[in-house]
C-alpha cells in the first residue's frame, strides 16, 4: 500500500446507473489507491451542514423546490478539488451528470490541474450493467428497520422468508425500491446521462466494465484499467522527455 500512497493516480470519473454498484467501487478504490471519493451528494449534505455561503444558497433552492443551479455544484466541486489530498488523484461519484458539466470539468482540470506535468489525464470508467440486471438488484433490495441491514431476495436472501437474520424483524420494502419508482429513476438517469458516454466515448476516453459480475470481479477489472491508464501516461511522460 505504500507504493499506492507514492504515486499519482489522477481523476477517475466512475459513471453508472442507481445499483450499478458505484459506493461498492468507489470504496475498493478508495481503499486500494488511497485517493479521496468525491460526492457530490456528500458535498452538498456538509456545505447545508455547515452552513457556508454555498450551503446557504443551496437551501435556499432546496427549499424552493428548485434543481440545484450548475454554477452552485462547479463552486463546490471546485472548490473541493482544490484540496491537498487530492493532488495525487480523486475519484469523482455523481459527477458530471450531464454533457455541460462534463464540458465544464474538462476545462477546470485543463486549468487547474494539467499544467502541472506530473497530472495524469482522467479515466473516465462506466459500470455496465443490463436494465434487468439493475431491476432486480433495486427492487430486489429489502431492509431491516432495527439494525438497518440490507438484503436483496433475489441475490442475498435472508435465511427465512422477509425476516431479519440478526434480530429476526419483518423486513420492509422502501417507497424507493418499488418497482415503478425504479422504472421512472431509470429512465430518468437514461435521458440525462446518455449524452455524458457519448461525450466521452467521442473523445475515446470511455472504458466500460461490466458490472453484472460479482463485485470483486468487477473491482479486479477497474484496477486493471486504472493501472493501465496509469501506466501508458507515464510512458507518454517518458517519451516526452
Not at 490541474?113 to 429489502?142: A, C, K, M, W
Request: aromatic content about 6%.
Amino acid at each position: 500500500m505504500a507504493n499506492e500512497a507514492a504515486r499519482n493516480v489522477g481523476p477517475v470519473i466512475l459513471l453508472g446507473a442507481p445499483g450499478a454498484g458505484k459506493g461498492t467501487q468507489s470504496k475498493a478504490i478508495v481503499a486500494h489507491y488511497l485517493v479521496p471519493q468525491i460526492s457530490t451528494g456528500d458535498l452538498l449534505r456538509e456545505h447545508m451542514r455547515r452552513g457556508t455561503d454555498l450551503g446557504h444558497k443551496v437551501r435556499a433552492a432546496m427549499d424552493r423546490g428548485d434543481l440545484v443551479a450548475d454554477e452552485l455544484m462547479y463552486d463546490m466541486v471546485a472548490t473541493r478539488l482544490r484540496e491537498p489530498d487530492c493532488r495525487r488523484g480523486f475519484i469523482l461519484d455523481g459527477f458530471p451528470r450531464t454533457s455541460r458539466q462534463a464540458e465544464w470539468l474538462d476545462a477546470f482540470l485543463k486549468k487547474e490541474f494539467f499544467e502541472n506535468s506530473e497530472t495524469l489525464q482522467p479515466v473516465v470508467i462506466h459500470l455496465d450493467v443490463d436494465y434487468t440486471q439493475l431491476l432486480l438488484r433495486l427492487t430486489g433490495r429489502r431492509s431491516c428497520p432495527t439494525c438497518g441491514r440490507i438484503y436483496n431476495v433475489h441475490f442475498q436472501p435472508p435465511r427465512y422468508d422477509e425476516l431479519c437474520d440478526l434480530d429476526g424483524s419483518k423486513l420492509i420494502l422502501r417507497d424507493d425500491d418499488r418497482e415503478e419508482v425504479i422504472r421512472q429513476r431509470l429512465e430518468e438517469y437514461e435521458m440525462q446521462t446518455r449524452p455524458v458516454l457519448e461525450y466521452y466515448r467521442a473523445q475515446g476516453r470511455l472504458v466500460s466494465v461490466t458490472a453484472s459480475r460479482a463485485p470483486e470481479e468487477v473491482t479486479a477489472q477497474i484496477f486493471g484499467v486504472i493501472d493501465s491508464h496509469v501506466a501508458l501516461q507515464a510512458g507518454r511522460g517518458t517519451a516526452r522527455e
